[in-house]
């Protein structure tokens, strides 16, 4: 999707809000006429049906036969494909489209082109005549500006972007036109190609947070522009005057329409930096991670229900703000979109927790927000590049071994269980002679230390005898069967 800032001149503006209206109310008629619909009832009207009543009705109101038919039926298009996706994708319902929120309409190119085969031969009908598609009519007036003709406005201006993709003239058979805070957007329906892989191989793991937006395994903090001390002055006082202005009057409306813009702003500085760092990451890197994180759940509400009212909801208001304003989901989706088959996501449990040295697992080595010092090893490190180094080796929810595992080094994912704390194993050794005060046991394949290992047991940490008939076991030990044994619990701590 290729999208530009318009400038349209004051009666450009004036018919394009026209078409806005048009299309938000033949959309919001579509809603309604299936809202009549019950299971039992004749299927309700399709798109081919709805485009015929649309004739009769331009017929009999005169505002909307005023308005343009492409545009309508184009609406008409749109609550169709909406209404496909509920089944196919499982989205809900097509809901109202309301004023001043959801302004925009698209528009199918009125310019013809031949189309062509794959292997670049013509495509041809059943007439053997070339098939004309549809094509957007733009034109470049220089490096920084072109046109593109909408309907009932003539020629409207937009601005180029000064290098990359964006400085090319778009080709495209349909555009959409929208108008939010003050300011009029044009995005032509274009499939961008694929940014190619570097070839280096390299793997790149991302740990995204609230005071770090996304630390890399390579070292680096990355942070998405918020709104400066001043802006944020701004919003404040224009909230206080909306606040005490009278219900419903225009000085609150103007109030409220100067945040919006100051926070349109913030989301134009997210979108622009979400970009350009899934391009950068896409062009830079073979292989991209992300921390699999559930951005829906870590940002609902904690307001609960009349019954059992939430606790703390200001605050988690806050740190609902506070994730959403880092643009995760845009930041992981576009990189998606740029490197297709190249990006992965790993899961987020005890990616903050395991040492990306040892292995090792505690949550007391996480000693702050930013600081990392593992309780085994002693392993000191920045907190988010530490996580982000797990989640490049691919070390998320399961434990690997230690001496294995190398700093940023990528192992083999294991298919033992998570772990917070050493646990105990059970062993068994033979009893202890008279005047032996320790045994040595061996375990084969220790979960921590990742190899065979040999331990001394003293003769004060046997819990309990038991006896065992099992000649194998009895062979192993050297002693005749049946025989005793002590039982006790083995716990591998550091020292």
């Known amino acids: ?21 048009h299309a938000r109310y033949v959309y919001n008629l579509a809603v309604e006429q299936h809202t009549h619909w019950y299971r039992g009832r004749r299927a309700a009207p399709g798109f081919a049906e709805q485009c015929r009543q649309l004739t ?37 319902e ?31 009908n059943a007439r053997g005549r070339q098939v ?5 009519v733009v034109r470049k007036l220089n490096r920084r500006w072109a046109r593109v003709k909408v309907p009932g406005c ?38 961008p190609a694929p940014i190619e892989a570097p070839g280096t191989g390299g793997v790149i793991g991302i740990d995204r947070g609230v005071r770090i937006t996304a630390a890399l395994s390579d070292g680096r903090m990355l942070n998405c522009p918020q709104l400066t001390v001043k802006e944020r002055a701004q919003v404040r006082k224009h909230q206080r005057r909306a606040a005490r202005a009278p219900k419903a009057s225009e000085q609150k409306s103007a109030e409220y329409a100067k945040v919006a813009r100051i ?4 989301a134009d500085r ?15 890197y073979g ?7 559930d951005i829906k759940n870590m940002t609902r509400s904690a307001r609960g229900t009349t019954e059992q009212p939430g606790r703390q909801v200001r605050q988690k208001a806050g740190l609902n703000r506070a994730i959403l304003a880092q643009g995760w989901g845009l930041l992981r989706r576009r990189t998606g979109h740029k490197a297709p088959g190249r990006v992965e996501d790993v899961p987020a449990p005890y990616t903050s927790l395991r040492c990306s040295a040892c292995g090792w697992i505690d949550k007391n080595s996480r000693k702050s927000q930013a600081e990392f010092v593992c309780s085994f090893c002693g392993f000191t490190c920045n907190a988010d590049t530490n996580a982000a180094v797990n989640v490049a080796a691919g070390q998320g929810g399961i434990p690997r071994p230690r001496r294995t595992a190398g700093a940023g080094g990528v192992t083999t994912a294991t298919s033992r269980s998570n772990t917070r704390e050493p646990q105990p194993a059970r062993a068994g050794i033979p009893l202890f002679q008279e005047g032996e005060d320790v045994k040595h046991i061996f375990v084969a394949g220790s979960p921590y230390l990742g190899s065979d290992a040999v331990f001394a047991v003293k003769k004060s940490l046997v819990q309990d005898f038991a006896e065992t008939d099992d000649p194998a076991l009895a062979g192993e030990f050297g002693v005749a069967n049946p025989f005793r044994h002590a039982r006790f619990d083995l716990v591998l701590e550091p020292e």
């Open 287 to 293: 292989l991209v991670r992300f921390e699999k994180l």
């Open 154 to 191: 003539g020629w409207v201006r937009f601005r180029l972007s000064r290098n990359g993709k964006g400085s090319e003239l778009p080709k495209a058979k349909t555009f959409r036109v929208t108008f939010r805070n003050g300011q009029w957007h044009i995005a032509f329906a274009v499939v």
């Open 1 to 21: 999707m290729s999208r530009f800032r318009m400038y349209p001149t004051s009666g450009q503006a004036g018919i394009m809000l026209g078409h806005c209206a």
């Open 94 to 124: 097509p809901t109202w489209r309301r004023k001043h929120v959801h302004e925009g309409f698209r528009v199918i190119g009125t310019g013809r082109i031949g189309e062509f085969e794959a292997d670049g031969s013509p495509k041809l």
């Open 56 to 92: 009769e009705a331009r017929r009999d109101n005169e505002w909307l036969g005023a308005g343009n038919a492409d545009v309508q039926q184009q609406a008409l298009k749109d609550f169709a494909k909406a209404k496909n996706a509920m089944f196919a994708s499982g989205f809900g």
């Open 263 to 266: 926070k349109a702003r913030e």
């Open 132 to 136: 004309m598609g549809r094509s957007v």
């Open 270 to 284: 997210r979108k622009d930096w979400c970009e350009k760092t899934s391009t950068m990451l896409a062009r830079t």
